[in-house]
């Protein structure tokens, strides 16, 4: 009896206490794809970037969920090391799970303000001011053509002598040196006279690499070059008649003009 009373009264560890270190470690590894989601979720493109960030999502959710039972079992262990007078130990693990835990957080938030990959915005401007300037380059061919549109057979040879540099017919996403604009069929030769809307109508748009090409919304590359500023939603750049660009989320497509002869009933700057 003598012999066993002083391993009987050795302080044991507190189980809580093993549990909120162990969930805060797993919860940093959860972090650590959940920052990597930063950058590749703009480097990786076409549909990989399009499923890639289900995954990311739910390493986000298992860190939120880690995140959390690192707290809570940190938080039960102080508790049960307390009224455990001496009998329990494990404080400083449950120290460490809990302190992780806020680290982590503004880790994260520091990466999502700061590490914004510059590839992504670089590639994705360029592209949109490409098709400013081929809507310049259309102005000028109008200007010269009694104001109407080339036509849509040849028309990059037709607008390629106003522009100032022929890579803007190029969107730097498709890593080719061939055209990657579309010009709307239904334009062939039009006048502004004859265009209903012409701040809705579709004029360019971006298509799959290939020269003089036209048509309408089958010709827009799928999956997207672009996406949302979180990866989320499918983004295309249009040009409209009226020499505006803008860009265009996936679910918005089909509230597109085609129809020079259609007369939109949403506001200008929709």
Not at 34 to 48: A, E, M, N, P, Q
Not at 202 to 207: D, G, I, K, N, R
Not at 244 to 249: D, E, I, L, Q, S
Request: include cysteine.
């Amino acid at each position: 009896m003598s012999e066993n009373r002083p391993q009987a009264d050795r302080p044991r560890m507190s189980i809580l206490a093993i549990l909120s270190l162990v969930f805060g470690v797993v919860s940093t590894l959860a972090l650590g794809f959940v920052t990597l989601d930063i950058y590749y979720r703009f480097s990786l493109r076409g549909i990989l970037r399009a499923h890639y960030y289900r995954t990311m999502d739910a390493c986000g959710y298992f860190f939120a969920g880690a995140a959390l039972l690192a707290i809570l079992f940190g938080v039960g262990a102080f508790l049960q090391i307390r009224l455990g007078r001496g009998r329990i130990t494990g404080g400083r693990a449950a120290r460490i799970g809990l302190l992780l835990v806020p680290a982590q957080i503004m880790l994260w938030i520091f990466l999502q303000v700061i590490f914004r990959p510059p590839e992504y915005t670089a590639t994705s401007t360029t592209c949109f001011n490409n098709l400013k300037q081929l809507g310049t380059a259309f102005n000028m061919y109008e200007a010269a053509h009694g104001d109407r549109l080339p036509p849509t057979a040849g028309w990059n040879d037709a607008v390629l002598r106003y522009a100032r540099n022929k890579r803007i017919m190029v969107c730097p996403e498709t890593f080719e040196d061939i055209p990657s604009y579309a010009m709307n069929r239904r334009l062939n030769g039009i006048a502004e006279s004859e265009v209903a809307d012409p701040s809705h109508c579709v004029m360019l748009f971006e298509s799959a690499p290939g020269r003089n090409q036209s048509g309408g919304p089958e010709l827009l590359p799928r999956p997207a070059r672009h996406t949302s500023w979180d990866g989320r939603e499918p983004m295309y750049f249009v040009l409209f008649f009226d020499g505006h660009a803008k860009r265009v989320a996936e679910s918005e497509i089909k509230y597109l003009i085609w129809d020079p002869r259609v007369k939109s009933n949403r506001p200008a700057s929709e």
